[in-house]
Nanobody, 123 residues
Framework: QVQLVESGGGLVQAGGSLRLSCAAS????????MGWFRQAPGKEREFVAA????????HYTDSVRGRFTISRDNAKNAVYLQMNSLKSEDTAVYYC????????????????WGQGTQVTVTS
């Protein structure tokens, strides 16, 4: 069955870094666009970053551009999110997700989801 398992979350001080990983199984990973979303308490889930199947296309939401880097390793069926210069407003549960199409950065476009990993940034 399809599985997306995130890891790497935790507690970090503002200005620090974390690297999230997402291990995928049960589907043709290299045929899917992979994305990261996040959901803070009391807020809707929001798009963070996405990467195309062969890493030729990458898109970030404005609030993380220049601080976060998305990457993937198709040989390992994994996608990563390197987060630098973290801010308190980055505190959220982070989810990885898979989509068959590129161009829509809404959660409805993503078919498969992980269970999420908590990132807490203290000021």
């Amino acid at each position: 069955q399809v599985q997306l398992v995130e890891s790497g979350g935790g507690l970090v001080q503002a200005g620090g870094s974390l690297r999230l990983s997402c291990a995928a199984s049960g589907f043709a990973f290299d045929r899917y666009v992979m994305g990261w979303f996040r959901q803070a308490p009391g807020k809707e889930r929001e798009f963070v970053a996405a990467i195309t199947q062969m890493s030729s296309g990458i898109h970030y939401t404005d609030s993380v551009r220049g601080r976060f880097t998305i990457s993937r390793d198709n040989a390992k069926n994994a996608v990563y999110l390197q987060m630098n210069s973290l801010k308190s407003e980055d505190t959220a549960v982070y989810y990885c997700a898979a989509s068959v199409s590129w161009g829509s950065f809404y959660s409805a476009a993503y078919a498969y989801w992980g269970q999420g990993t908590q990132v807490t940034v203290t000021s």
